[in-house]
T-cell receptor, first 113, second 112 residues
Framework: ETAVFQTPNYHVTQVGNEVSFNCKQT?????MYWYKQDSKKLLKIMFSYNNKQLIVNETVPRRFSPQSSDKAHLNLRIKSVEPEDSAVYLC????????????FGPGTRLLVL | GEQVEQRPPHLSVREGDSAFITCTYTDPNSYYFFWYKQEPGASLQLLMK?????EINEGQGFTVLLNKKDKRLSLNLTAAHPGDSAAYFC???????????FGSGTRLLVSP
């Protein structure tokens, strides 16, 4: 049963464009995450929000910015995409920070031409 | 901060064989451990969550071992079948900060 929703599923764009990805969870969780998964399946945490507060902000290029309107939504904007941004972006949520199971969305696959 | 190393990156076994995946971590006070499974084209799903107090954890068709002395977390798929073909990720919650640190993943292929 899907409870973490991501849109779009796929996005193809050109270098220099701006893209936005949306994530919504219906589990009532307090914490949400954005991960980047590259072509080798390597999973890297990018950002984490707890109750709309940014709590984890890894070293990512400044063109990436998360946006949270409420604790059920966490969006990701990439301003001026680069070829190395091509990846699958996974959103996840958990009841509390760190210690709980994370529930992952289906991912958004980004291809930058 | 916590660092997690997962081995092997690729594993190929025959149906009915065991598949063994190991993660080593650095923070001796880590207390939550996770194994996730990612089937082809799908997202990650939890296989098992383990607390630091339990060293042997039995699941359906697999066992998770936690060796705190060696700081090693292992997943043993007993009698693997083709449906087990997937990427497997360990994750460890250390004591510093809020992060759960993921291993680099193991791609398992189980052939008939």
């Amino acid at each position: 049963e899907t409870a973490v929703f991501q849109t779009p599923n796929y996005h193809v764009t050109q270098v220099g464009n701006e893209v936005s990805f949306n994530c919504k969870q219906t589990l009532g969780h307090d914490t949400m995450y954005w991960y980047k998964q590259d072509s080798k399946k390597l999973l890297k945490i990018m950002f984490s929000y707890n109750n709309k507060q940014l709590i984890v902000n890894e070293t990512v290029p400044r063109r990436f910015s998360p946006q949270s309107s409420d604790k059920a939504h966490l969006n990701l904007r990439i301003k001026s995409v680069e070829p190395e941004d091509s990846a699958v972006y996974l959103c996840a949520s958990s009841y509390r920070v760190g210690q709980d199971t994370q529930y992952f969305g289906p991912g958004t696959r980004l291809l930058v031409l | 901060g916590e660092q997690v190393e997962q081995r092997p990156p690729h594993l190929s076994v025959r149906e009915g064989d065991s598949a063994f995946i190991t993660c080593t971590y650095t923070d001796p006070n880590s207390y939550y451990f996770f194994w996730y499974k990612q089937e082809p084209g799908a997202s990650l799903q939890l296989l098992m969550k383990v607390f630091s107090s339990t060293e042997i954890n039995e699941g359906q068709g697999f066992t998770v071992l936690l060796n705190k002395k060696d700081k090693r977390l292992s997943l043993n798929l007993t009698a693997a079948h083709p449906g087990d073909s997937a990427a497997y990720f360990c994750a460890v919650r250390g004591t510093g900060g809020y992060k759960v640190v993921f291993g680099s993943g193991t791609r398992l292929l189980v052939s008939p």
